[in-house]
């Protein structure tokens, strides 16, 4: 298994299909994904704060803010159009199901979607997603993409986990 492209998902994650899916249609697709032992209700409302901070290495990509460690409400009134980590625009949601977020490279030449899916499991939740983009042959995402989006999604998944988990223990 390719581990920059697929962290933590299987092969039938892989081969379904995920709402990004329509927005992007043939894009190359990456897939990173975490059990969390928590419910799926409280997965997908901590997913809901990725509205007000990336829960990534904040120094990088908070501008050195960190990422709130308490849940927001507000957070989870959600819109399409809305924000979402600055950089994406909420384009569907399923509460409790799905967050599908899109984002425009612009000048870089390319645009990609994501879902982020929560699923139940015994025990507690699986949270799954599915980035499908397209970059130009010349931008030099192409390259940087894939690992790139592998060291930052990785301590998102694990944080979001981390604070989930937290919480279900309460």
């Not at 625009?89 to 870089?108: I, Q, S, Y």
């Not at 929560?118 to 599915?130: E, M, S, T």
């Amino acid at each position: 298994m390719n581990t920059i492209r697929h962290w933590g998902s299987t092969a039938q994650e892989r081969a379904e299909a995920f709402p990004c899916d329509r927005l992007v249609p043939g894009g190359a697709a990456l897939f990173r994904a975490v059990d969390v032992d928590a419910p799926p209700d409280l997965v997908f409302a901590w997913l809901c704060q990725l509205r007000a901070a990336p829960y990534s290495y904040d120094w990088v990509d908070n501008l050195g803010r960190e990422s709130p460690r308490r849940r927001d409400p507000a957070n989870e009134l959600l819109e399409r159009g809305q924000r979402v980590m600055t950089l994406f625009r909420l384009v569907d949601f399923r509460r409790g199901e799905h967050l599908t977020l899109l984002w425009d490279a612009g000048g870089l030449g390319g645009r990609g979607a994501v879902t982020y899916a929560v699923r139940g499991r015994a025990g507690g939740a699986r949270l799954v997603v599915k980035i499908v983009y397209t970059i130009s042959k010349w931008s030099p995402l192409g390259w940087i993409l894939p690992a790139g989006d592998l060291v930052m999604m990785r301590k998102q998944l694990l944080t979001l986990k981390s604070l989930a988990e937290r919480d279900a223990g309460r």
